[in-house]
Every structure is written in C-alpha cells, then in structure tokens.
C-alpha cells in the first residue's frame, strides 16, 4: 500500500490524505458553526510593548471581522496578562460585532515585567469558561483559547494547560519572537494548533490562515474504540498505571449502544480480549471491569500479530463493531517494547479496513516500527514513562473524540464570481470587488484546492480570468482589486450565463467538472435582464452546477430564484452596501457544501408558476403612542420590504394595518393594485395614537376582517398569506388564543420586535425561525433578507404543514405556578439557620395546592458553588415534595455567588426539561433567601432574570444587602428583611399573601429596640 501523507491544519488533528483501494483523508469533523465561545488571552508584558501593540490589537480586531459574532453565534471574551491576568471584558459584556470591535480599538497594555503562564490559564478556566463569564460550555458549544505570549513563562503551566483540554477548550498558541515553542506545543491542544512570528508585523497575515480552523466545529459521533494495551513483562509492576489511564480515557468518552463503543484487549506473544465492542454495554460496567483487570504476562511482544488479530476478530460485525455502517474504528495501541514481529503487515491490514491508529510508545518501543503503524507522526505518542502515562491523557481524548474519516475531493471547489459591470452600476462596483474580495480571503485558493474565476458583463459578457489563471489566494485578490467597470447596456444575464457554461465551467476554462469536483456560481446584479435566464439557469444546473443569485437595486426577485439553484440560495438586499453581510453566508455555503450534499438538494429547474409569485402581505404595525418616535424607520422598512416585492393585483398584494388600543385598516389588499401606487400610500402613513398596546384583539382584527375575500385575500385560491407584525412592547391584552386564531385561518405571522419578551414572540410567530428582535428600529434594515426570503419562497403547502405542528394548549390548572426556591447555604448561614430557612420552606409548601396540574416546586442551594437539591419535574405531589424538604442539609461555603446561582437557575430550573411551564405560559417564581451579600456581579443575571419574565421575591437576613436584593427583584416583586432567620415566621402571612397577589394584610404594630426598625421594613414594588 502506497501511504502518501500530506498535512492539512485543521482545528485539533491534522488531515492525512492516503492511498490504497480508495482515497480517504483523516481530519476532525470539518463543519463551520455560528456557535462558539473564544477568549483572547493575550501577553501584556514589556515583552510586547507599547510599540508593538499596535499589532496584536490589529490582529484581533481583524481577526474578530471575519468571524461571526452575536449572542447566538460567536462570543468573544478577552484578557491580557503579564505577572497576573486582567479581564478586558467577557464573553457576554458585549453582543454585537460593532461593540466587540469599537471596545478592541481602545485596548491598551496592560504593562509588567513577569509572564506568568499558569496562573493566566487558570484563571480564564476558572473566571472566563463558566457561565458567570458569559460561557455556553454546558450547552456544547465549541469552547476555544487563543493565547498569544512574546516571552517564556516564570510559572509552571502544564497542570493548567491539562485542565483546560480535560474541559475541551481548544487551545490555539501564538509565539512571537522571545517565545518558547516547545512550551506553547505543550499548552496547545495539538502542536498543529501553534503559530509562530518572528516579528510582530507578521500577525497582519494570521487572521486568514486562523480563520477555518477557528470556525470549524468539531463534535463528537458514533465510534468504535479498541484499547489494545501491552500485557508482557515490559509493564511488570507499572500495570495499574496503565489501567487507570484506560479507566480516565473512557470516563472522558461518550460511552454507550449508540454512542461511543469500547472494547479492551491485552496482548504479548498473543492476545487476550478483555471485552469486545457489544458484551458489556454499561459504562460503569465496562469502568469496573477495566479497574479488575489483570497483567496478561508474556515474555515476547508480537505487536504485528495482534493487529491482524484485532483486524480480522475484534473491527467485526460479530464483535460488535459498527464498521459495516460507516462507523468510524479506532485503535489505542500501547507499546513498551520493541515488537519480535513485523508490524507492517497487520498495520497495512488496519489502514485497508480504515481503522484509525494512534499509538503510545512507552519504555523501550522502537519509534521507527510504530511510525509505520499510524496515518501521520502526530498519532505517534509519547509517554515520559509509564507512571506518569496519565499525562498523555487529555491529547488521546482530544483524538478520539474529533478525528474521522471523510471523502477528499470535498476540498476542491470551482467558483466563479459573475458580476454585473453595466453602466448603471458603476457607483457600486468597488462594494462588489471589496465583496469578491472578501469571500476569497475566506477560502483556501489553490490549483489543487478552491480555483476562483470573475466573468463581468453587461450587454455582452468578458471574462476577466479564468479557473486556471491564478494559482494562489493573493494573486486571486490582486487581480481582483484591477477590476474595473466594463460599462454597457441593457443587462443580458441570460447569454451571460451561458458564456459560463460554454466557456468557463470547461476544461480549457480550468474547471474540474471531469473530475467530479463541484461547480459554483455566484451572480451580483442590479437589473432585471433583458435577455430570457430560465433556458440558461436549467443548462447550468442540469450540468451539476450551483448558482447563487444575488441582487440588490432593480434586480428581479423572481429572476433570482429562477436563476438560484434552489430558492434559498436566492439573495436580495435593499442597497449594495449590505453585500458585506452576506459575505460570511455566502462563503461558508461554497466552503461547506460536499458532492454528496449537493446530491442531495432537489434543484428548481423551472421558473416559479404564476400561482406561486401571488402573495397576499399584511403589515401589522404599533401606531400607539410609545411608537411614534420610531414611525418613521418603521415606514422606511416597509416601503423597502415594497421596492423589493413584485407588487401587482395579480402578484403580490399588499395591505397595512395599525394598531393601539384598537386596529384600524388604513388600506386593504385590494386597495391599490400597483408598486407604486402601494408606495404613495405607505409614505403617506402617520401613527394612528393610542396608549395601550392590545396585539391580541388586533390579530383578531386581521384574521376576521383583512384576511378575507372582501379585502382583497385570496386565501380562498390557495395563495400564500402573510402577517409581518412589528410590535415596539409587550402587549396590554392575552395574545395566546389570537395567534392560534390567526394561524388556523392559514396565515403565516413574520414578526419582529423590540423590547418584547421572546416568548410571547414565538407565541405569535409561525415558528421560532420567523421571529426575529432588534434593539433599535434603526435596525430594521438588517432584516430584509430575513423576511422577504420566507415571503418569496413559502407555500401553501409548506405554510400549512408549519401550522399543522401546532399543538393544542396543555392541561393546567387554573392556579398553576412554577415556585423556585433560591437559599444561601454559605458558611455566614450556618447549619442551624439553614434548618430555620428550611421550616419555613416547609410551613409555606403546605399551604400551596402542589400538583402536576397546579403548582410545582424546585429548590436549590448555593455558596461559591450551585447545588439543585430537587428540580420541578421531581414532586408532582406534596408528600413527596415535604419528603424531599425534610431531607435537605446545610451544604456550606465560601464565597457567596449570587450572580453564579441567578444565572444558574434561569438557565437550568427555569427550563423545560427541568419540569419549568414558562413556554405554557404558566407564572414563574423566584424565592431569593440571602443571609450576606454577593462576591460576584449581579448585573447580567438579574437582567436574564427579569427578561425571562420570572417575578422574584427577596428575603434578607443578618448581612444581606438590601440595595441588592432591590436590584434583584426590581418593580413587581417586594424585599423583606428580618433581623435573624428566627424570625421568618413572623413575616410569613405577608410573603403568601403577596406571593398570592391578596391585599396586604394589616401590620402589627411592633416595639423594636432601637436600631432595628430597619430590618422590620417591608418593601413593596406592586
């Protein structure tokens, strides 16, 4: 077998491409995420300097350009450090691209003389990758360091490197001249992930090179895992170190039937299997059987035997492996000595069946032999010895958990960048060579990698260079930026695209298309052509090829998706300036999409009919009182979502509705039967006035008297209906039986907001994926594409079957609550008041109507540390709840938290698979029990809390800080504060009658000692 091994940098584990029956290349699963957390943590000291921080501060700032940042996407956190670390801010201090690089500008340094690299790692695990710091870690997103140092470290760090891979941060290292290299291999999570300047100048071009593996996701998936551990007498007296790294290993994997697959075998001059891949398939099981395990013995060492043993018995159907299913097969082999056989044989045996090697050689093993077992050097471990072999732990994890076969032709792409070079679209060109520019920085430009051409036209097509013209990135890039507008008219999309075909998308062109490697097409136009697209467009994706349609100014959106090889891939933005925002979309589709995905997608080969361009489209839009200062940006948006539609009585329709207190018609779908005439009216639009806020009696409105004949709908033919609802707060009447109202009827509501609680959002939208939020209705203009691409492309048919996934209201009772009990039990409580907290828990309990149907209770613990004792799902009945109460014990500890445990508990109580009813909309309630006042910040939690729609009450004792619990509860909630927990009894009738909603009951006049009137005060914010 011929082993051609070729290196590509990947986020953990190298690809290997290799040849024998089939080619194949081993890499980590290469999929680009939206979602990941990463902390810059960057070197501070005088080894950087004033002079040359200007360069790592341009280094971030590019870098965080191409990344996709927001609070569902990527976050970004930063830290500089030199003899101790600094936060810059966290990973949820700033949510926006815009802020994150504004904040970045004004970065200076930190200044020192010492680095200190172990005390800087742990303290980015322990402050930074949490969710206090804005870290989504228990939600798997893909956690990731970059760490940047100019010096060696005067602290040890391995302790704290291992920690941070045996919590799957994925560590990248920058070296800049005075930096050790060995030193930042060891902290990276794989000595791939390393980067070395010699200058502070060079970082300008590590954004690029950075960003793929920065944003390729890794996950782990079903695998088959053989540990084939030497049994000979080369481990004589060292075997239980062996096999309490086996034990670690797999208490670190996804163990079980459907996940992950262990099998142990022991081998010398032969092999003993422990367990195959389907005897034992508990994890604990498999755990206590490793820690049982015996030293096989044997004198000879036949490594070459026993993986053709392995090979032929063990990677079976009959073993229990998956390998007949695709299921990626990997072996752990340990060796201590050098082998009495041939290895290359069994090796050669193993690659052929694609099993996976990775090899750690101990004591005496022969490095040249077991080179010849694995895929790649890298796979090639080594262990110090065998006592400390549990070093090598969190390295061998990281394999396992994120290298995998794939196909290697799935790297090579032909993309050909057609752009409009007419003379009306002269003012624009730079914003489309700048994008064209920018999606080529994104890719990995090579002959044998991505091959990029530009085709501009007008009237007549010219092609600027071919697939074959230039074969790296920056002569790509240098080309480009000598574009120039060929002038010209009318617009011809039509011959253009058949020049592509006939003259690009060909071998003398520089296409692949032979070679089985995929075809991209990636049109810009302003215009609708001349020229007819639909014969062109079916020949270009008849031929395998995958147009993407993007069009900004008068271009067509019917057009777009005609020419699109599928209507998603169909873009349309109200002005060319937007086109940066489609430039990370745009690259990511090429970059992702694989010959067995496009074969996949069902093209759309033929133009839509003209059943499916007939769109009726409702604007609902708040014209009360508290909207008026933003009127004008609404009227903005809507005449732009107008330009962008095919507006025409026997296309699409559309009508605008405003709503306050009531809804009012200002025209109906049959109003006007013109864009233009549309548009007239739009600009003429004024809020209507009104101090309420009442959504759910104006979709009444809509559904019973605009969506009908009458109006102007023609729900009655089958033509899709749409709702876009732009609402500015939080309604004043019930909006729950309305939405359902308005969706049975068969519309389907788009809906945007600000200031609104996202659950009342998704109430009303047609599902989670058309709801969408701003800040500021300034901006409107960034959801554009978000709406017209659903109103251009759903149907009917898809609308309906959308609808039909709504499901009937639940079964709750009419006083139904969720009731989460938050209580100190740090060490400033004690035992003897946490039993006082307790017996009032109890006492309150009994008194509530506790039931699946009614009302649910959680309690939780928290110091430094967050300890759930029982979640909602838990009692459904109270004698199980006071059951679970009376076993509650003081936990203790130190620091107080706050912050940690409020975020804790909107995140995993305040959930449904926690048992929580908030998405049902049943009342959630937070009960704060605080004996001292917080070490952490509060800010960020409570305002979760408070977004979250949880009311919370307050109770203080001894050192609590009421100006905290204040914050905490804000309006709508109350504070009570006893001197001593020994008197929460007498406070007791208050906090129900409150939790109630009842009259407060009348106080007991009080005679109190002087100085303590304070803590008697009730605080009220109903």
């Known amino acids: 077998m011929c082993v051609q091994q070729i290196l590509y940098a990947h986020m953990m584990s190298t690809c290997v491409f290799f040849c024998d029956a089939s080619c194949y290349f081993l890499c980590s699963t290469a999929v680009l995420a939206n979602q990941r957390d990463i902390i810059f943590l960057l070197d501070g000291s005088a080894n950087v300097g004033n002079t040359n921080f200007p360069f790592v501060r341009d280094f971030l700032v590019n870098l965080v350009r191409l990344l996709q940042v927001g609070i569902d996407d990527v976050r970004i956190g930063v830290v500089q450090f030199s003899e101790n670390p600094k936060t810059e801010f966290f990973l949820n201090t700033f949510l926006t691209k815009s802020d994150v690089l504004s904040r970045l500008s004004q970065l200076r340094l930190q200044g020192g003389s010492v680095l200190n690299f172990g005390s800087a790692l742990d303290f980015v695990l322990s402050d930074h990758f949490t969710e206090a710091g804005g870290s989504r870690i228990d939600e798997n997103v ?26 799957g941060v994925l560590t990248f290292c920058i070296g800049v001249r005075n930096a050790v290299r060995a030193d930042l291999q060891q902290i990276a999570f794989n000595p791939q992930m390393v980067y070395f300047k010699d200058d502070f100048s060079s970082l300008a071009a590590l954004p690029q090179d950075m960003i793929r593996p920065l944003t390729t996701y890794i996950r782990e998936r079903k695998k088959d895992i053989l540990f084939l551990t ?46 195959n891949f389907e005897e034992i398939p508990s994890k604990a099981d498999i755990l206590q059987k490793v820690k049982r395990m015996r030293i ?28 007949d299913e695709g299921v990626p097969q990997f072996l752990v082999l340990l060796a201590a000595g050098r082998s009495s056989d041939n290895v290359e044989q069994g090796a050669n045996a193993l690659k052929r069946a694609n099993v996976v090697p990775f090899v750690i050689r101990a004591r005496t093993a022969y490095p040249a032999e077991l080179e010849k077992i694995v895929f790649d050097p890298q796979f090639l471990i080594s262990a110090d010895s065998l006592s400390r072999i549990v070093e090598v732990h969190p390295k061998i994890v990281n394999l396992l958990k994120t290298t995998q076969l794939a196909p290697a032709e799935v790297q090579k792409k032909d993309v050909v960048f057609l752009i409009e070079g007419s003379d009306g679209i002269r003012s624009s060109f730079p914003a489309l060579k700048t994008f064209i520019e920018n999606v080529v920085q994104s890719m990995k430009v090579g002959l044998d990698d991505i091959r990029v051409a530009v085709v501009q036209y007008s009237n007549v097509p010219k092609a600027e260079f071919l697939l074959n013209a230039h074969p790296d990135q920056n002569s790509v890039i240098s080309a480009v930026r000598r574009l120039s507008p060929m002038g010209g008219s009318p617009v011809n999309t039509g011959a253009a695209l058949n020049f592509v075909l006939r003259n690009v998308f060909v071998s003398q062109g520089g296409s692949r298309d032979d070679e089985g490697v995929p075809l991209f097409l990636i049109l810009v136009t302003a215009e609708k052509s001349r020229d007819d697209v639909e014969r ?4 270009l994706k008849g031929r395998g090829a995958i147009p993407f349609a993007i069009g900004f100014g008068n271009a067509d959106i019917s057009e777009l998706q005609t020419i699109s090889f599928v209507p998603e891939l169909s873009l349309f933005i109200p002005d060319v300036r937007q086109l940066s925002n489609l430039q990370e979309v745009i690259s990511k589709r090429v970059i992702l999409l694989s010959r067995e995905e496009i074969e996949t997608m069902e093209p759309i080969l033929l133009p839509p009919t003209t059943v499916d361009r007939k769109r009726d489209v409702v604007f609902l839009v708040d014209g009360s009182q508290s909207a008026v200062p933003d009127f004008l940006s609404v009227r903005e948006f809507i005449e732009r979502l107008v330009t962008s539609l095919n507006v025409d009585a026997d296309a699409t329709r559309v009508a605008v509705v405003q709503f306050s207190d009531d809804a009012r018609a200002d025209f109906l779908l049959n109003t006007y039967s013109t864009k233009d005439e549309v548009q007239v009216a739009v600009r003429r639009l004024r809020p209507k006035g009104g101090r309420q806020l009442n959504i759910g009696s104006a979709l009444e409105f809509v ?37 359902l109202e308005v969706k049975q009827v068969g519309v389907a509501p788009l809906v945007v907001g600000k200031n609104v609680d996202i659950q009342e959002l ?49 079964d709750i009772g009419t006083d139904a609550k969720d009731v ?39 309690l939780v613990q928290f110091s430094n540390n967050v300890f759930p004792e029982f979640y909602l799902k838990d009692c459904r009945a109270k004698s199980d709840l006071l059951n679970a109460l009376r076993r509650l014990r003081y936990r203790g500890g130190a620091p107080l938290n706050v912050g940690k445990a409020l975020d804790y508990v909107v995140k995993n109580i305040f959930v449904k698979p926690a048992g929580s009813r908030r998405e049902d909309g049943v009342p959630q309630h937070l009960f704060l029990i605080l004996g001292g006042r917080s070490q952490d910040d509060i800010s960020r939690p409570a305002s979760a809390l408070q977004a979250s729609g949880i009311k919370s009450l307050g109770i203080g004792a001894g050192k609590a800080d009421s100006a905290e619990l204040e914050r905490i509860t804000r309006e709508g909630s109350a504070v009570f504060f006893v001197p001593q927990f020994t008197e929460l009894q007498g406070i007791e009738n208050r906090i129900f009658a409150l939790f109630q909603q009842l009259p407060e009951p009348p106080l007991e006049p009080e005679i109190l000692p002087v100085g303590q009137s304070f803590f008697s005060k009730v605080m009220l914010r109903f």
């Open 142 to 167: 893909p956690q990731v360091l970059v760490f940047l140092a100019a010096g060696p470290s005067s602290d040890s760090f391995r302790q704290a490197a291992n920690s941070l891979a045996r919590a």
């Open 230 to 275: 030497d049994g000979s007498a080369n481990l004589a007296g060292q075997f239980p170190a062996v096999r309490d790294f086996v034990v670690r290993v797999i208490s670190d994997l996804d163990v079980k039937p459907d996940g992950v697959r262990v099998a142990v075998a022991q081998f010398s001059d032969n092999v003993q299997v422990e367990f």
């Open 296 to 323: 096989k013995s044997g004198r000879q060492l036949n490594i070459g035997a026993a993986l053709e043993y392995a090979q032929r018995n063990i990677f079976v159907r009959g073993a229990g492996s998956r390998i």
């Open 536 to 539: 062109p467009s079916i020949s």
């Open 703 to 739: 559904s019973k008297n605009i969506f009908t004949r009458p109006s102007g709908s023609r729900i009655e033919e089958g033509v899709p209906q749409f709702l876009i609802l732009l609402i500015s707060r939080q309604s004043d009447d019930e909006v729950e039986d309305p939405a």
């Open 762 to 810: 998704v109430q009303i939208g047609l599902s989670p994926e058309y709801v969408f939020q701003v800040s500021t209705y300034q901006d409107l203009s960034s959801l554009t594409q978000n709406l017209l691409t659903p109103v251009t492309t759903l149907t009917t048919q898809e609308i309906r079957r959308l609808i039909g996934e709504i499901r009937p209201p639940p």
């Open 820 to 858: 989460v009990f938050l209580i100190d039990s740090s060490t400033g409580v004690g035992s003897d008041n946490t039993a006082r907290i307790r017996d009032f828990i109890t006492r309150f309990v009994e008194r509530l109507d506790v039931g699946e149907r009614q009302v649910r209770v959680a």
